[in-house]
């Protein structure tokens, strides 16, 4: 199911305030504020209303730790979310509210964190350097999610904005790689809300630019679109029908290079904006609460 058969060609050169007029989602939602307040007020009410297990250490690096909210059977499946801020703001804390819906599934639910670019607690921090984090969570998450009431072998990511990209990242991810003693399909399914899979238009502009601080090769290690699809895997992607022309068109062309078999779903939600798709998430009967309780299910 696809949002529009249009190809996603890629934009042809534009000046840096092109690219800022559509890429920073600050700007084009100006009651992002309101969005945010929102999800912290929610994210403390559902650490005060649920059980949870805060701080956790998945390595030794700069804001390597996770918040888990176990399921109330054991052998649950698994969500593991990844929060958005551009790779360089925002927090987990932020995004347990997300928790509470996704518990309601059946789901262990675990909120990863990550460190910030430019730079955290003075350490330099590139997008890659990221991604690289998020292995060593998701890792840490099949070897100890047992002990939490989770089912290692039924791991499914979620992500929102910058949370998205990496869950596609995590997707065509080679475990063998990462640790020899981790299974081949560690992770066989994710949603991506609102993410980004060409790094290059990003690269462009200069509002992000200045904190991301791409180089071409960055743009090739962390483009999932500029990879082979990877076999046997699932990604479910979802873009707001009202994000700029270049969300739509990234969110079209990760369903294009890595074909409907693998990314059998490519949508975008009517009325939604950057930041109101994730309150879709938790809201019962909508598209993708609807998506999000399939993919666990798969």
């Given at each position: 199911?696809?949002?529009?058969?249009?190809?996603?060609?890629?934009?042809?050169?534009?000046?840096?305030?092109?690219?800022?007029?559509?890429?920073?989602?600050?700007?084009?939602?100006?009651?992002?504020?309101?969005?945010?307040?929102?999800?912290?007020?929610?994210?403390?009410?559902?650490?005060?209303?649920?059980?949870?297990?805060?701080?956790?250490?998945?390595?030794?690096?700069?804001?390597?730790?996770?918040?888990?909210?176990?399921?109330?059977?054991?052998?649950?499946?698994?969500?593991?979310?990844?929060?958005?801020?551009?790779?360089?703001?925002?927090?987990?804390?932020?995004?347990?509210?997300?928790?509470?819906?996704?518990?309601?599934?059946?789901?262990?639910?675990?909120?990863?964190?990550?460190?910030?670019?430019?730079?955290?607690?003075?350490?330099?921090?590139?997008?890659?350097?990221?991604?690289?984090?998020?292995?060593?969570?998701?890792?840490?998450?099949?070897?100890?999610?047992?002990?939490?009431?989770?089912?290692?072998?039924?791991?499914?990511?979620?992500?929102?904005?910058?949370?998205?990209?990496?869950?596609?990242?995590?997707?065509?991810?080679?475990?063998?790689?990462?640790?020899?003693?981790?299974?081949?399909?560690?992770?066989?399914?994710?949603?991506?809300?609102?993410?980004?899979?060409?790094?290059?238009?990003?690269?462009?502009?200069?509002?992000?630019?200045?904190?991301?601080?791409?180089?071409?090769?960055?743009?090739?290690?962390?483009?999932?679109?500029?990879?082979?699809?990877?076999?046997?895997?699932?990604?479910?992607?979802?873009?707001?029908?009202?994000?700029?022309?270049?969300?739509?068109r990234q969110n079209r062309l990760i369903h294009q290079?890595?074909?409907?078999?693998?990314?059998?779903?490519?949508?975008?939600?009517?009325?939604?904006?950057?930041?109101?798709?994730?309150?879709?998430?938790?809201r019962s009967g909508s598209r993708l609460h609807t998506?999000?309780?399939?993919?666990?299910?798969?």
């Open positions: 199911m696809t949002s529009s058969s249009a190809p996603a060609k890629p934009p042809r050169a534009r000046s840096g305030a092109w690219y800022d007029s559509l890429y920073n989602n600050r700007a084009l939602v100006p009651d992002f504020a309101d969005h945010f307040a929102r999800w912290q007020s929610a994210s403390q009410a559902a650490r005060n209303q649920v059980a949870c297990t805060l701080d956790v250490a998945y390595g030794t690096g700069v804001n390597e730790t996770l918040d888990i909210f176990p399921a109330a059977k054991p052998h649950a499946p698994v969500v593991v979310f990844i929060h958005g801020g551009y790779w360089r703001s925002l927090d987990k804390s932020d995004h347990s509210f997300v928790a509470p819906a996704l518990q309601a599934m059946g789901a262990c639910v675990v909120i990863v964190n990550y460190a910030l670019c430019p730079s955290t607690q003075g350490q330099t921090v590139t997008v890659p350097d990221i991604a690289l984090q998020m292995t060593r969570a998701l890792a840490w998450t099949h070897q100890h999610i047992a002990a939490h009431g989770g089912d290692p072998a039924r791991i499914t990511l979620a992500g929102h904005s910058a949370g998205g990209h990496l869950a596609a990242m995590l997707l065509a991810t080679d475990w063998k790689k990462v640790n020899a003693k981790l299974p081949v399909h560690l992770v066989r399914k994710a949603l991506s809300i609102s993410g980004l899979f060409d790094l290059a238009p990003v690269r462009k502009a200069p509002f992000l630019q200045a904190s991301l601080q791409l180089t071409p090769k960055h743009v090739r290690q962390a483009s999932p679109a500029l990879w082979a699809s990877p076999r046997q895997r699932t990604l479910f992607t979802v873009v707001g029908g009202l994000e700029s022309g270049e969300f739509l290079t890595w074909g409907p078999r693998t990314v059998p779903v490519c949508e975008a939600l009517e009325g939604c904006n950057h930041f109101s798709v994730l309150g879709e998430l938790i998506l999000m309780q399939a993919l666990i299910l798969l």
